[in-house]
């Protein structure tokens, strides 16, 4: 079974930055993509960012392209997402998921364990 727990979530001010951490259970890790998606209130989730299993592909959202980076240390089987130049649409609950192929996808299908989620909200 693999955990993921998502951390770094808050309250920053618009243009600030913030530092998401997804730490995961298990020693497979480094043999899959990872993927970060957000919910808003009454939204659909949507894909964010994600990252294949060494690192070598991401991909993004084109509303965070740009301010967004994500990245992983396969060595302490833990993903980040760097978000810069906050806005207060980025407001949303940000989970981690891991995805079921070495390659990165923008699908939710595509995912089959999910973190609990981490609360960001952007002040105007």
């Known amino acids: 079974q693999v955990q993921l727990v998502e951390s770094g979530g808050g309250l920053v001010q618009a243009g600030g930055s913030l530092r998401l951490s997804c730490a995961a259970s298990?020693?497979?890790?480094?043999?899959?993509?990872m993927g970060w998606f957000r919910q808003a209130p009454g939204k659909e989730r949507e894909f964010v960012a994600t990252?294949?299993?060494?690192?070598?592909?991401?991909y993004y959202a084109d509303s965070v392209k740009g301010r967004f980076t994500v990245s992983r240390d396969n060595a302490k089987n833990t993903v980040y997402l760097q978000m810069n130049s906050l806005k207060p649409e980025d407001t949303a609950v940000y989970y981690c998921?891991?995805?079921?192929?070495?390659?990165?996808?923008?699908?939710?299908?595509?995912?089959?364990?999910w973190g609990q989620g981490t609360q960001v909200t952007v002040s105007s």
């Open positions: 298990g020693r497979t890790f480094s043999m899959y993509a």
């Open positions: 990252i294949s299993w060494r690192g070598g592909t991401t």
């Open positions: 998921a891991r995805a079921k192929a070495p390659s990165t996808s923008d699908s939710t299908n595509d995912y089959d364990y």
